[in-house]
């Protein structure tokens, strides 16, 4: 009888243990409970949903649910739908794709693949929508749509040799430093760079940067980026990031934590871009500018000649509250290295050279700083970096309708960088 009892009381704890004991699945021994908890966070209830080319699903989200809005420090935050001021000219410019001469541009659309398909109502904002298998590929579910701090790009505290470790970010840049900055802009080309493993990303952006790069530095970041571990293929996508305490635990891409607040209804932040360029052919750019606003303090996103996509509130910084000290322009990528110490064969902008030049190499131009009366001016003092120059470089130059600009970029792995 005893034996029986005993028997009975084993089989019910061990169907208790199985009910309450959370479901792991994918290779990083992730929770069910988690992966949904943080998927129901993300991906609010849509008004509508629109299936893009590419393979994402758009929601179009109310944009008084979206995610920022679950930030501590913006729970009580009212949504700013417009800036109230930009900087001098910020309406002059437009898109451009430029023809194989170098000083022949036509007008271009270049937009985002899920707008074939349908477009997000008034008062919604379109999210690309977030699925397990893009948590799965994540270290884990806390990290998911993080940088590491490896990210963190000093150009005077770097030694090239001390910069090639295991897992390493490297730079081609032209900056500007020890300023008083109030925002950014410029023209990136677009490019569509081979990223060989699918933990490493390749990436061109514009740098906003606050504080001291140890713990505490505050970063606004935005341009286009291939990035396979985070959404799952190698398409070249709109991205936005920003960080306050260094990379360690505030911050994320896009709008896969709570922070920026989007306002436009018709780009996607993370949302694929076309048209890309061709080497030896069309040239295409996209123009970014990030710009403070000097009556409420936020940070401001554009993107190309009309869409003013949302802000960074400025609550959610230190030393950005007040202004930037330093801005980047260039390119990063992942280098993960082999088991034999080889370098990445992950290519940087279009993966040819600086010296290769027009319709070749990848480019910055028309590179601008905000300065404290609200105006876009051209910097003084750039100064270009790139932490192995034989495997990623950058060339720069001035003048003409370019104004400041360079080309950078390069192959990774080659003769000269093994």
């Known amino acids: 009888m005893a034996t029986r009892v005993s028997f009975s009381l084993a089989l019910v704890m061990t169907v208790v243990a199985i009910l309450t004991s959370p479901v ?28 893009s080319p590419d393979g994402d699903v758009i929601d179009c989200v109310p944009i008084t649910d979206q995610p920022a809005l679950a930030h501590p ?33 036509k007008s271009s659309a270049i937009s985002q693949l899920w707008h074939v398909n349908g477009k997000c109502p008034e008062n919604t904002i379109p999210i690309r ?20 701090q490896k990210s963190i790009l000093k150009p005077k ?41 699918p933990n490493e990303f390749s990436l061109a952006q514009i740098w906003v940067l606050g504080g001291n790069f140890n713990s505490d530095l505050n970063s606004i970041e935005a341009g286009w980026q291939v990035s396979p571990q985070l959404y799952g293929d190698s398409r070249t996508r709109l991205f936005t990031y920003w960080t306050s305490d260094a990379y360690q635990g505030t911050g994320c891409y896009n709008l896969l934590c709570s922070g920026f607040v989007q306002i436009n209804r018709e780009i996607a932040m ?27 303090g936020h940070w401001w996103l554009q ?43 992950t290519q940087m902008g279009s993966g040819r050279f600086a010296e290769e030049g027009w319709g070749k ?15 876009l001016r051209s910097p003084e003092n750039l100064q270009v970096f790139t932490d192995q120059g034989n495997c990623y470089n950058v060339k720069s130059g001035s003048g003409g309708s370019w104004g400041s600009h360079f080309y950078y970029g390069g192959p990774g792995r080659n003769p000269n960088c093994p």
Not at 26 to 51: A, D, V
Not at 89 to 95: I, L, W, Y
Not at 129 to 148: I, P
């Open 24 to 51: 792991v699945s994918g290779e990083n021994g992730f929770s069910e409970l988690k992966i949904r908890t943080h998927l129901k966070r993300l991906n609010k209830p849509p008004l509508k949903s629109i299936k």
């Open 73 to 105: 420090l913006l729970i009580n935050h009212t949504v700013q739908m417009t800036p109230s001021l930009n900087p001098e000219s910020v309406f002059s410019e437009s898109k451009v794709s430029s023809n194989t001469t170098k000083n022949h541009h």
């Open 129 to 148: 929508r977030t699925t397990k298998q893009d948590l799965y590929r994540a270290s884990s579910v806390e990290k998911f749509g993080m940088k590491n």
């Open 157 to 197: 505290s770097y030694e090239p040799a001390s910069v090639l470790t295991q897992n390493g970010h490297q730079h081609a840049i032209m900056y500007v430093e020890d300023g008083v900055f109030y925002g950014a802009k410029a023209k990136i080309n677009v490019w569509k760079p081979n990223v060989e493993m």
């Open 270 to 296: 993370g949302g694929s871009i076309s048209p890309l360029s061709t080497f030896g052919d069309s040239q295409y750019d996209i123009t970014i500018l990030i710009w403070k606003d000097p009556k409420e």
């Open 303 to 345: 993107f190309g000649e009309k869409y003013i996509i949302g802000y960074w509130p400025a609550s959610l910084f230190s030393y950005l509250s007040e202004s930037a000290s330093m801005i980047e322009w260039g390119g990063e990528v992942v280098n993960s290295q082999s088991e034999e110490g080889q370098h990445t064969t």
């Open 361 to 375: 190499a990848s480019y910055f131009k028309n590179i601008q700083v905000v300065d404290g009366s609200n105006e």
